[in-house]
């Protein structure tokens, strides 16, 4: 149990356009979900908490209007990188709380590698 | 800013060898996870400790939460070519609610 996934995997799209990733916890369900950036050979970067049914909370120096986050469900959440332009290549990584044993173990989805040309 | 020093950065072994790694922290931690990314994918989680002194197995893998809630360790034992990747330590603070604080990870190589 505790599997998340997402969608895509990859994807490549000019420079001006919008991606929006999705993210979903498959067998359980999640009240947090959270957003990371990675660089590679880099740790992960926290760039948002998303809370089901309200605002998601962003990190020092994440653009909340360029990085929208919504989470309509228990087991959705979806970020959308806004005019993308070749900085904002990166593997974008979710995670998601399991709680349901009363402990707290976060479980990641398998990331989604953008590039911006 | 990571909060968390993990070492070491990287390790080059032979197969059949113990591995051993850890996190420190001048800050108390109430929960440790250790994970394990492969290139190209999320991190997995490996083993998560809830309790400062407790130990805790999966299978090869042992991992303990530091007694004074600032360090945890993860040792490999018996290391094998698939144990290869980057291992990161994420902790959870009181005052940071579900935010984990991650490491910086360790690059593990297995050489057969």
């Known amino acids: 149990g505790a599997v998340v996934s997402q969608h895509p995997s990859w994807v490549i799209c000019k420079s001006g356009t919008s991606v929006k990733i999705e993210c979903r916890s498959l067998d359980f369900q999640a009240t947090t979900m959270f957003w990371y950036r990675q660089f590679p050979k880099k740790s992960l970067m926290l760039m948002a908490t998303s809370n089901e049914g309200s605002k998601a909370t962003y990190e020092q120096g994440v653009e909340k209007d360029k990085f929208l986050i919504n989470h309509a469900s228990l087991t959705l959440s979806t970020l959308t990188v806004t005019s993308a332009h070749p900085e904002d290549s990166s593997f974008y990584i979710c995670?998601?709380?399991?709680?349901?044993?009363?402990?707290?173990?976060?479980?990641f989805g398998p990331g989604t590698r953008l590039t911006v040309t | 800013g990571q909060q968390l020093n993990q070492s070491p950065q990287s390790m080059f072994i032979q197969e059949g060898e113990d591995v051993s790694m850890n996190c420190t922290s001048s800050?108390?931690?109430?929960?440790w996870l250790w994970y394990k990314q492969e290139p190209g994918e999320g991190p997995v989680l490996l083993i998560a400790?809830?309790?400062?002194?407790e130990l805790t197995s999966n299978g090869r893998l042992t991992a303990q939460f530091g007694i004074t809630r600032k360090d945890s360790f993860l040792n490999i034992s018996a290391s094998i070519p698939s144990d290869v990747g980057i291992y990161f330590c994420a902790g959870l603070r009181e005052t940071s609610g579900s935010r984990l604080t991650f490491g910086e990870g360790t690059q593990l190589t297995v050489n057969p």
């Open positions: 400790l809830y309790k400062a002194g």
């Open positions: 995670s998601a709380i399991f709680s349901g044993r009363g402990t707290h173990e976060q479980y």
């Open positions: 800050s108390i931690f109430n929960t």
